[in-house]
């Protein structure tokens, strides 16, 4: 199982961008997905999940109104569209996929994780 995730770079505070994560060798469609985020010295850190189906989307308070979690199942892709950026947004984003887990707002409910990409938001 591969998780590959892309789409980080440099933003000013108030820009945009989109992270992409895709997946190869798992049932793209059978797993909840979710976005994580690790800054320097500190805790990896929940962002949003999205259920298998799309239907279910959840973000930490941090992140809303700002961030929204997609999925393209036909091409085994989630997306983060990052709006509104903040210097608190910098961060080492990495996608998780997970089947059986009940929290999705915690790593244990992760079965699979991908290698991260920097997001770095200057002020």
């Known amino acids: 199982v591969q998780l590959q995730a892309s789409g980080g770079g440099l933003v000013q505070a108030g820009g945009s961008l989109r992270l992409s994560c895709t997946a190869s060798r798992l049932t793209f469609s059978m797993y909840n997905m979710g976005w994580f985020r690790q800054a320097p010295g500190q805790a990896r850190e929940f962002v949003a999940s999205?259920?298998?189906?799309?239907?279910?989307?959840d973000y930490v308070d941090s992140v809303k109104g700002r961030f929204t979690v997609s999925r393209d199942n036909a091409k085994n892709t989630v997306f983060l569209q990052m709006n509104s950026v903040k210097a608190e947004d910098t961060a080492v984003y990495y996608c998780?996929?997970?089947?059986?887990?009940?929290?999705?707002?915690?790593?244990?409910?992760?079965?699979?994780w991908g290698q991260g990409t920097q997001v770095t938001v200057s002020s």
């Open positions: 998780a996929a997970g089947r059986l887990g009940t929290n999705w707002s915690q790593s244990s409910g992760y079965d699979y």
């Open positions: 999205i259920s298998w189906s799309g239907g279910t989307r």
